[in-house]
């Protein structure tokens, strides 16, 4: 690359007007009508990626940073973030009325320090109470020790405290390692293989962090998978 030159940017920033379109028909509950999937087409042609991924990414770039680099300042997903998120919820099929997404696992492996964990601690809250929240979901981040499970927990607990409107919306009970909204009645918990505690019936969300060192024949990793 010649000196001075700038590197293109992966993923285009989003016009003024294509932004005030998406908000209109959010803000009329236009969500999933004609409209929105000719918007969604015209979307994937330019962006490169769906609507229901933008949301994901609007939705995590409006969260605070608690601690460290940026703290303060709200977060800015990094290309791997975004390809990670594009390849996970991008891919869709239509199922009668509903939209079903096509990935159901992923694997995320990256370098330590790379912002991993606040990674899946913001997915959780995408879940929880974001664009991918359902009634009465149930949100696990699982791992093989106590220790490693919280630290999950330890990060969203952080993000949600560090903006006091996303605060009014949530439980947190650290105790527990648990969160709840109140608005969907969806919980988050953090949860051990060690402990030896009995879980939801009904995951709609899970994580499995350091799973190469989980039992995947039986314990916790097969139960969150039923």
């Known amino acids: 690359m010649a000196k001075g030159k700038r590197k293109k940017p992966k993923y285009k920033a989003i ?3 294509d932004r005030d379109t998406l908000s209109y028909l959010l803000e009329h509950g236009m969500k999933l009508s004609d409209e929105w999937w000719q918007l969604d087409a015209y979307w994937i042609g330019k962006y490169g990626y ?21 703290a303060g300042k709200p977060l800015k997903l990094r290309d791997f973030q975004k390809d990670f998120i594009k ?3 991008g891919p869709v099929i239509k199922s009668g009325d509903a939209w079903i997404r096509l990935v159901r696992r992923a694997i995320l492996s990256v370098g330590r320090k790379n912002g991993k964990t606040l990674t899946l601690a913001c997915l959780v809250l995408v879940h929880l109470l974001g664009p991918e929240s359902i009634t009465n979901g149930e949100i696990y981040s699982a791992a093989n020790s106590r220790e490693q499970a919280s630290k999950i927990f330890k990060y969203a607990a952080q993000v949600v405290r560090a903006d006091q409107e996303l605060l009014s919306h949530l439980k947190i009970v650290d105790s527990t390692k648990t969160m709840v909204c109140f608005a969907n009645g ?3 918990r953090a949860v051990a293989a060690e402990a030896g505690t009995n879980y939801g019936e009904n995951p709609s969300f899970v994580i499995y962090d350091e799973l190469a060192q989980a039992k995947l024949a039986h314990g916790l990793f097969p139960h969150l998978e039923q």
């Open 15 to 17: 016009s003024q007007k």
């Open 50 to 70: 769906s609507l229901r991924v933008q949301l994901i990414f609007d939705f995590i770039q409006i969260l605070i940073v608690p601690s460290g680099k940026g």
């Open 87 to 89: 390849d996970v919820y």
């Open 186 to 188: 969806s919980v988050y």
